[in-house]
């Protein structure tokens, strides 16, 4: 069976009526920032299933504006932490955190292949401009977006966090069963230690019933990250441009925009010469590069300060990009966040390239992780030295990379990014 087909039977097998799952096993919920890649991936073959996706998504809005990063439809034991722990208070089970809005960029995306869809675009319009809004309200520091939760970033255990988690005293967390470790091999996994800061901080947000003023001020986590900031920023200027278009009031988003991009420029950490994580806490630089570093042009910031630490981070691996310095102390090219290459943060670290006119990296990005799918099939993550698969198997999200844009040759990706 050829490549595309193969896709195309990864997210029909994952898709559960609605929604779809990031892979069978491992994640057997509906996870926010897939669901918006997933969306595009039906898209490139049938749309209307793309726009439920996002529909879906958006039906789990709490009514303060925030999207759970994980919507809990129906309860399955073999995922950990689940409903009963999260407490989340939406109109659906869910998590009690948000993860990067990418839905507007990925909406905007669509609308361009599917012309037809734009009666549910319009429709889903006002919610994403109040998740966007509550970011603006709740998680901002100087203008960078913050998260209160590793997961928050989408990288879940990236060394980024390290220094902010050491700060938590996870006493009292109290006794439980992972469900990762079952599912993958625990090398790959992040540790108990990290386990244990990741549920006392569910714990805590769970005890003020995720009341974001509250939280504010009794979370011992809260950390400046390039993640949210960039795709946030990415997706403010998304919005305008589809408000814009639908005759919709965008008055506030310019400024949501202007606030974003000096807040950017404070993850600047010239001695790493890269876009860094901020401690908010202790305001500290993190002092790590990793794939996130790289978003800047995805946020449509074409920043030359950035490119020779990616140029060499490339140069390090066979198989770009690494999600964290190869060259770093504590450098795993298996474990998760803390060194494997990622097609869905290469799809958008190229395609904000593409956009700024750095098309070489962004055609070099573009084919390694082609060479990966080809050589690999559609896993989570790959090992960046070796190209070999990881984590969880048969994965939605890098189907749908590959549908929409890894399988085109440069000229084509040009075309479609
Ligand atoms: C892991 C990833 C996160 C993703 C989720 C589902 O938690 O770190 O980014 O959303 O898996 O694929």
Redesign the pocket.
């Known amino acids: 069976m050829d490549l595309d087909e193969q896709a195309r039977q990864i997210l029909r097998k994952n898709d559960k009526g609605g929604y779809t799952l ?2 069978h096993g ?2 057997p919920y509906q ?4 669901s918006a890649f997933a969306a595009w991936g039906f898209t490139t073959f049938d749309p209307d299933r793309g726009w439920t996706e996002l529909e879906t998504l958006m039906s789990g809005q709490w009514d303060d504006g925030m999207v759970p ?1 994980i919507l809990f439809h129906k309860v399955d034991p073999g995922y950990f932490p689940g409903p009963d722990v999260w407490q989340g208070r939406g109109p659906i089970p869910s998590s009690g955190i948000s ?2 809005p990418i839905a507007a960029s990925f909406m905007r995306k669509m609308l361009g292949m599917d012309p037809a869809g734009e009666p549910r675009a319009r429709a889903m319009w006002p919610q994403l401009k109040r998740w966007h809004a509550w970011f603006m309200a709740w998680r901002l520091d100087e203008g960078a977006v913050c998260i209160t939760h590793p ?1 928050e ?5 990236a060394p980024d966090w390290d220094a902010a988690m050491a700060g938590i005293d996870p006493t009292g967390v109290g006794e439980y069963t992972r469900r990762d470790t079952s599912h993958v091999d625990p090398a790959m996994r992040p540790t108990k230690y990290d386990y244990d800061r990741y549920i006392k901080l569910v714990q805590t947000g769970a005890s003020v019933n995720w009341d974001h003023a509250k939280l504010k001020e009794i979370n011992p986590f809260r950390v400046a990250d390039p993640t949210m900031t960039f795709t946030l920023l990415r997706a403010q200027r998304d919005l305008l441009a589809l408000g814009q278009k639908f005759g919709e009031d965008v008055s506030d988003i310019p400024d949501w925009i202007e606030t974003l991009e000096k807040g950017a420029e404070t993850l600047w950490n010239a001695e790493l010469g890269a876009y860094d994580s901020r401690d908010v806490l202790t305001g500290k630089f993190n002092g790590i590069f990793s794939n996130a570093s790289a978003l800047c042009w995805y946020a449509g910031i074409d920043d030359a300060r950035a490119m020779p630490a990616i140029e060499r981070v490339m140069d390090a691996v066979e198989y770009g990009m690494a999600s964290y310095d190869p060259a770093a102390e504590g450098f795993e090219p298996l474990r ?2 803390r060194g494997p290459t990622w097609p ?1 943060m290469n799809y958008l670290v190229a395609t904000g390239m593409e956009e700024c006119g750095q098309t070489s990296m962004a055609d070099r990005i573009r084919s390694d992780t082609a060479r990966l799918m080809r050589l690999n099939g559609f896993s ?1 993550y790959y090992d960046p030295h070796t190209g070999a698969p990881a984590g ?1 198997a048969t ?3 890098t189907a749908a990379v590959w549908l929409g844009w890894a399988r085109f040759d440069h000229e084509e990706a040009r075309g479609v990014a």
Request: aromatic fraction near 32%; proline fraction near 8%.
């Open positions: 990031p892979t491992l994640y996870w926010n920032w897939d990063h993860q990067p997961w970033a989408g990288r879940d255990n998760y966040w869905i989570e969880g994965f939605t999200w």
